[in-house]
């Protein structure tokens, strides 16, 4: 899985952590993807 993101452990969690952009347009087409599979084959999003 090359375009998996990978989990991090944040020792300081009050930091405040925000996706990038790109990151976020990458996470909504996987959705998008995921969701189109799923009514393809007939199930519910």
């Known amino acids: 899985m090359d375009r998996q993101l990978v989990l991090i452990e944040v020792e300081d969690r009050d930091q405040d952590w925000r996706l990038d ?7 909504l087409r996987g959705v998008a993807a ?7 084959s007939g199930r519910a999003a």
């Open 21 to 27: 952009e790109e990151t976020r347009q990458t996470g």
């Open 34 to 40: 995921a969701r189109e599979a799923l009514r393809r």
